[in-house]
């Protein structure tokens, strides 16, 4: 009986010991294999940005930083030269800020009614309706802003720019769009249901719960779309490459055409540049002024998300 018991109970203990082992050879495998997902991806923003510095110093050996920084023109493919950002940043500051005061109460509307009001079948219609604009190619949009937006605006201004500011904030305001709606609704549908039961107990109305229960707990999330829906404005490239125009100045008038940081970079980019000249370095100066100022804007972005858990928490 002994060693008929053994005889079975070794071979047991023999394929549970190989399944282990197996298992953490494949458990081995896939650690290398995520390991060497994060190392790409961490590889990859590491080149970026090693390749716009390298470039960049090159730039800013033949021009001064103060004169890039504060410089008030820009003309670096015609004489005389001049390689001042500030027309450029405004260009892009102008078509973000315009977007955004556009993109946020609308979305922000949107996404509080499907969150808060709309039954659910309209919700399960609507949503996805509004998130196949997020798929529409960005160059359809530049496209619809010249032939449809821009006639608009032209008309209402009575503006003589076919290539103008407020188009193109327009069309890049509804591009923006979906991602507040979806974040925004999602954030404010996962505020737990015992705050507005809490609420309407004490006889507080829908619009009550709403605005001083639902948004207000939601609202660090909501702060988040913003920025994220920020971000992507600001390095939006090929409508407003089409509809803002390519004239780099300083102005507040949205009616004037503008040129933004990303268009300029497009614009560079088409071939006609001499490799390694001035003219072709200057897409780099450029392209890690965006980047800095992008990474500004997510650290600032963390600064204000962190203040408003630690006031609603």
């Known amino acids: 009986m002994t060693s008929a018991t053994d005889s079975t109970v070794a071979p047991a203990l023999g394929s549970s010991s190989e399944g282990r082992i197996a298992r953490r050879g494949w458990e081995a495998i896939i650690h290398v294999f995520l390991a060497a997902c994060a190392g790409i991806s961490v590889l990859t923003t590491i080149g970026i940005v090693v390749v716009l510095l390298v470039e960049s110093l090159q730039f800013f050996r033949e021009v001064p930083l103060t004169d890039f920084l504060f410089g008030t023109q820009w003309t670096p493919l015609i004489k005389p030269q001049h390689f001042g950002i500030l027309p450029l940043l405004c260009g892009t500051l102008l078509v973000t800020g315009g977007a955004i005061l556009i993109a946020a109460p609308l979305g922000l509307g949107a996404a509080i009614y499907l969150s808060e009001y709309a039954p659910r079948a309209v919700r399960e219609v609507v949503k996805p309706l509004l998130e196949v604009l997020a798929g529409i190619p960005s160059v359809v949009y530049g496209v619809l802003a010249v032939t449809t937006v821009s006639p608009i605006v032209r008309s209402l201004f009575q503006s003589d720019s076919i290539f103008n500011a407020l188009s193109a904030s327009i069309v890049v305001g509804f591009m923006i769009l979906p991602t507040i709606i979806s974040l925004s609704e999602d954030v404010l549908r996962s505020v737990p ?6 609420a309407f107990a004490l006889g507080a109305t829908k619009y009550d719960v709403t605005a001083k229960v639902v948004v207000p707990a939601a609202l660090s999330g909501i702060m988040a779309s913003f920025l ?9 490239t090929m409508a407003v490459t089409l509809a803002a125009g390519a004239t780099p100045r300083m102005t507040l008038n949205p009616l004037d055409s503008v040129q933004t940081m990303t268009a300029y970079i497009v614009q560079v980019s088409k071939g006609d540049t001499p490799a390694g000249s001035i003219e072709y370095r200057t897409i780099f100066a450029v392209g890690l002024a965006l980047f800095c100022s992008t990474m500004a804007l997510n650290l600032i972005a963390q600064w204000i998300l962190s203040r408003m858990r630690e006031q609603y928490e």
Request: no cysteine.
């Open 228 to 236: 994220l829906a920020i971000s992507r404005a600001v390095g939006e």
């Open 193 to 198: 249901r015992d705050l507005r039961s809490a």
